[in-house]
């Protein structure tokens, strides 16, 4: 095996010599070089390849390699008297002079060459060329950001948005004392702290007090709030993570979560979950839960997720996270529910999981869920049901005879759900349920880490610590709620929401969107050219906090409890707001104009405006 032997030589020539015994003249390695065969060059290059990307420097020199390759090519394609890189590889199996080996690394070879080209072709089949319009402008942005004057743009963008952001979002904190960026030499009195904070929500409440707020305040009831306070303040040191030292926050958390699955089990006695911090860790939790399964069980290291384009971005945040690629799917045009035909042929050998909405959040639909079922069941896939918003709404709503699509785990096929306590349970903010078909999706969950220095180590979501007063609070929510009183609320809710959903369908100038609601949401876009993000404006300047949304441009209202009794007032101040957009509709600036701004742009810059916002919020 001549050309390994002379090779191995070098190698040991140039590791075990003595260092000064090896310095030759420039002409003498020249002339070592140029004689040297292809396939040692090709040997040299390869050995070179492998030390270079163990050295911190190949992070930039990878830079590179792209470009040397596509010259490389060309190159030898102008000049074709030089052997083919797959032809020296063949000599040098050829040099082994065995005929069952190189017969088998022959046929390895081709196979990773066929495979190679198979996959390529798999991946340009299945490419969404409207993402891919999206990657191809962003990595387009990424790589001219640096430019001197895309910079200066961009800087002056940013500097003119971080001064907009900051008079709306930081004139007011600012005015609340004295401001701090260091601690106080000595420290401050109880009393002038506690009047501070006094002083701030007292006229911080007031908006959705009198529910002004779509969503965020789900209750707003003094009485039940005194009561989640005080049963937060008597846990607010114990940790779940010490269950030996606090057995009764154990208690209340477990039973949380059996309550809340109680709701959505259809009869299975099966289904399990566990508690965390809101909505989108337990959406986390649940994608998570779904690729590891899949990669134990059936070996899938490449995972796919399926969704439609109304997807809570907790899904686009799970999947960056975990380097699952996501594919989504058109929604029916009228009824904003995902398109089951995309959904299917969406479908590949890496689909670990399909994602529903009971209801989505833009414009509260509940997608096809008791079908996608099927479809989970048919490609032995998971599905989740996103029922955050609706967990503690749907479920006595279909008890009470309304209309209500299945949606839970009497669905043959739904392998998750989500369900946020802090909504609709009417518990105090970092509170959510995150529920599993069975023990073994749900142990996919857990973090296990038995060789640590600190001892053996379990968590079952993402937190470590995590406040026992979160998990008192929510459990009080709950029992003193009981089924009759979130009947009540429920009915009161949805009545409010279908009310609002009427007036909205006779204003003229805007146009309800997805049909009548099936939950709590009562979406809405401009018609006849009227830019329905000036009437958010035009509401916002009556008191009113809604929630602007896009493709398509609309506004929606999440009626909660605290809406209960002002569906009139909302009517008239809206019809008041539209007017005023009909009779001056050149008129755009605010939510109107920022949106306006950012839908002509690519996602690459409007990322980065987005993290001038975060930046204000975060700085003093």
């Known amino acids: 095996v001549t050309g390994w032997q002379e090779f191995g030589s070098a190698i040991h020539y140039f590791y075990c010599t003595e260092p000064f015994a090896i310095v030759m003249s420039l002409?003498?390695?020249?002339?070592?070089?140029?004689?040297?065969?292809?396939?040692?060059?090709?040997?040299?290059?390869?050995?070179?390849?492998?030390?270079?990307?163990?050295?911190?420097?190949?992070?930039?020199?990878k830079l590179f390699v792209p470009a040397l390759a596509v010259t490389f090519i060309v190159v030898r394609a102008i000049n074709p008297t030089h052997p083919t890189v797959l032809e020296l590889v063949a000599n040098l199996i050829r040099q082994i002079r065995y005929a069952p080996v190189e017969n088998a690394l022959f046929d390895l070879l081709g196979l990773l060459v066929v495979g190679s080209v198979v996959s390529a072709i798999a991946q340009l089949i299945s490419l969404d060329f409207i993402l891919a319009k999206k990657d191809l402008l962003t990595w387009g942005f990424n790589q001219v950001r640096?430019?001197?004057?895309?910079?200066?743009?961009?800087?002056?963008?940013?500097?003119?948005?971080?001064?907009?952001?900051?008079?709306?979002?930081?004139?007011?904190?600012?005015?609340?004392?004295?401001?701090?960026?260091?601690?106080?030499?000595?420290g401050l009195a109880a009393e002038e702290i506690l009047t501070l904070m006094r002083d701030a929500t007292h006229e911080e409440n007031v908006k959705w007090e009198t529910g002004h707020v779509s969503g965020a305040v789900y209750n707003g009831q003094h009485k039940h709030i005194d009561l989640l306070n005080e049963a937060f303040s008597m846990y607010s040191i114990a940790n779940p993570l010490h269950p030996d030292i606090w057995p009764s926050v154990m208690k209340f958390d477990s039973e949380v979560i059996a309550m809340t699955a109680n709701l959505v089990n259809g009869g299975d006695e099966g289904v399990c979950g566990s508690s965390s911090s809101g909505g989108t860790e337990s959406i986390i939790m649940a994608i998570k839960s779904h690729r590891d399964y899949y990669r134990d069980h059936h070996n899938i290291t490449a995972p796919e997720m399926v969704v439609g384009n109304s997807a809570h971005a907790a899904v686009d945040k799970a999947c960056d996270m975990m380097g699952i690629k996501l594919i989504k799917v058109d929604l029916d045009a009228y009824t904003f529910k995902i398109d089951l035909h995309a959904l299917e042929a969406a479908i590949g050998p890496n689909t670990i999981m399909m994602y529903a909405s009971a209801p989505s959040y833009p414009h509260g639909a509940i997608d096809p869920i008791r079908e996608m079922?099927?479809?989970?069941?048919?490609?032995?896939?998971?599905?989740?049901?996103?029922?955050?918003?609706?967990?503690?709404?749907?479920?006595?709503a279909k008890k009470m005879g309304y209309s209500v699509p299945d949606f839970d785990f009497s669905v043959p096929g739904v392998s998750s759900m989500s369900l946020d306590t802090h909504k609709y349970g009417y518990a105090l903010k970092g509170t959510s349920v995150?529920?599993?078909?069975?023990?073994?999706?749900?142990?996919?969950?857990?973090?296990c880490y038995a060789d640590w220095t600190g001892g053996m180590y379990t968590t079952p979501t993402i937190a470590g610590s995590r406040s026992g007063g979160l998990i008192a609070q929510c459990w009080a929510s709950l029992m003193v709620l009981g089924e009759d009183g979130f009947n009540s609320h429920v009915r009161d809710i949805l009545a409010v929401t279908q009310a609002i959903a009427k007036g909205v369908s006779e204003i003229r100038g805007i146009r309800l969107l997805g049909g009548t609601p099936e939950a709590m949401i009562v979406c809405f876009g401009g018609e006849y050219n009227v830019n329905v993000y000036s009437i958010a404006d035009k509401m916002a300047h009556r008191g009113?906090?809604?929630?602007?949304?896009?493709?398509?441009?609309?506004?929606?209202?999440?009626?909660?409890?605290?809406?209960?009794?002002?569906?009139?007032?909302?009517?008239?101040?809206?019809?008041?707001?539209?007017?005023?957009?009909?009779?001056?509709?050149?008129?755009?600036?605010?939510?109107a104009a920022i949106y306006g701004l950012t839908s002509a742009l690519p996602a690459g810059p409007v990322n980065e405006l987005l993290k001038v916002y975060n930046d204000v919020v975060l700085k003093n």
């Open 27 to 61: 002409s003498d390695a020249v002339n070592y070089w140029r004689g040297l065969s292809h396939e040692h060059l090709l040997l040299y290059s390869a050995a070179v390849g492998v030390v270079v990307t163990r050295i911190h420097a190949y992070r930039y020199v």
């Open 544 to 591: 009113w906090a809604l929630n602007s949304l896009q493709h398509p441009a609309c506004v929606h209202i999440c009626c909660t409890v605290a809406h209960v009794g002002r569906g009139e007032q909302f009517l008239a101040d809206l019809r008041a707001s539209v007017q005023e957009v009909l009779d001056n509709p050149d008129a755009v600036g605010g939510t």
């Open 434 to 447: 995150v529920l599993y078909r069975n023990r073994a999706l749900r142990q996919s969950q857990y973090f």
């Open 146 to 186: 640096g430019v001197s004057f895309v910079k200066a743009i961009l800087e002056k963008e940013q500097n003119k948005l971080e001064k907009d952001f900051d008079k709306d979002l930081k004139v007011r904190s600012r005015a609340l004392g004295n401001i701090n960026n260091a601690l106080p030499k000595k």
């Open 373 to 396: 079922g099927a479809l989970a069941i048919k490609y032995s896939i998971g599905l989740h049901v996103d029922c955050c918003l609706g967990g503690f709404v749907l479920p006595f």
